[in-house]
């Protein structure tokens, strides 16, 4: 079983929302650090989000403030990431990720756990 499975992905519309989802299992999520990244295609992974355990504040990257949210749900082990107002530059492949440290948040530790990812296609 893999430890985190993303879901939620598929052709969006631009201007629409859709909501992705991350279920975690076999670890205790509320002491692990939650980013959602994405690769768009022809390009390199990217950092969209990282949310610190504990009650830090979410790092979100300066292309969705504003229009992306983070959630989670420490006791259902749920990680969101609400989509809004989406253009077809967030496109790509959505992937979460945890990290048993907050120092993933800023690049000094690396995540410990990646789900497969899931499809995005913004697109009318």
């Known amino acids: 079983q893999l430890p985190l499975v993303e879901s939620g992905g598929g052709l969006v519309r631009p201007g629409e929302s859709v909501r992705l989802s991350c279920a975690g299992s076999g670890f205790t999520s509320s002491v692990y650090a939650i980013g959602w990244f994405r690769r768009a295609p022809g390009k390199e992974r990217e950092r969209v989000s990282c949310?610190?355990?504990?009650?830090?504040?979410?790092y979100l990257d300066d292309s969705v403030k504003g229009r992306f949210t983070v959630s989670r749900d420490n006791a259902k082990n749920m990680f969101y990431l609400q989509m809004d107002r989406v253009t077809p530059e967030d496109t790509g492949v959505y992937y979460c990720?945890?990290?048993?440290?907050?120092?993933?948040?800023?690049?000094?530790?690396?995540?410990?756990?990646w789900g497969p990812g899931t499809q995005v296609t913004v697109s009318s």
């Open positions: 990720a945890a990290g048993r440290s907050n120092r993933v948040c800023d690049g000094r530790e690396i995540f410990d756990m």
């Open positions: 949310t610190p355990f504990g009650g830090g504040i979410t």
